[in-house]
């Protein structure tokens, strides 16, 4: 019976330090340093909920960047990737249809010319971002769908670009699509005045 107390005031204590008093110190801790962060960053316009900047959405008009595909189908509450590896026939025909999808929306680059982000999804399904290679490559696009120079495109992805931290911690040059595709909507508002 001693042994049985034990081993009950010993799970219960256990289950108290780390079932709710850790989880609620990394909680607070993280919402400390990070407030909006553990929220998603939620973006608003004009008041209304637009997306959120760590959280990846699908964008599918000419006049928009397009962000990396998602297994998940951009739907947080399902995070994962697809679990297929490189030889997997299902994948490649996926990465195959994706790249054909970007060849005809992208006249003049060829399929050396895409990024692997572009065609692949990444393990949470849900990134913000993609290269700054997977945006310049699409510059022509929406450009001419948003009549406006390549040139002020190609500077908006610039100024949005969030390079490696002291340069070499994190992954290389990425834009978040979301930051970017709000500026160009500024930009396009900015050109109509």
Do not use: C
């Not at 964008?59 to 990737?81: E, L, Q």
């Not at 971002?129 to 450009?143: D, F, N, P, Y």
């Amino acid at each position: 019976m001693k042994n049985l107390r034990i081993s009950l005031g010993l799970a219960a204590i256990t289950l108290l330090i780390f079932g709710i008093i850790y989880p609620a110190a990394i909680t607070g801790l993280a919402q400390l340093l990070s407030p909006r962060g553990a929220a998603g960053n939620p973006v608003y316009r004009d008041g209304a909920l637009i997306g959120f900047e760590n959280i990846g959405q699908a964008f599918s008009s000419r006049k928009y960047f397009w962000g990396r595909p998602s297994a998940v189908g951009y739907d947080a509450s399902a995070t994962g990737g697809s679990n297929r590896g490189p030889s997997n026939p299902d994948f490649l025909l996926l990465v195959q249809s994706r790249i054909d999808t970007l060849l005809k929306y992208h006249p003049g680059i060829g399929p050396e010319d895409i990024p692997p982000d572009m065609v692949t999804a990444s393990g949470s399904g849900l990134d913000p971002h993609i290269s700054k290679a997977g945006a310049l490559m699409q510059v022509q696009r929406v450009a001419s769908s948003r009549q406006m120079s390549e040139k002020k495109v190609r500077e908006l992805i610039e100024s949005h670009t969030q390079r490696p931290l002291l340069g070499i911690l994190g992954p290389g040059d990425i834009v978040n699509v979301l930051k970017l595709n709000l500026a160009l909507d500024e930009e396009t508002i900015r050109g109509k005045r």
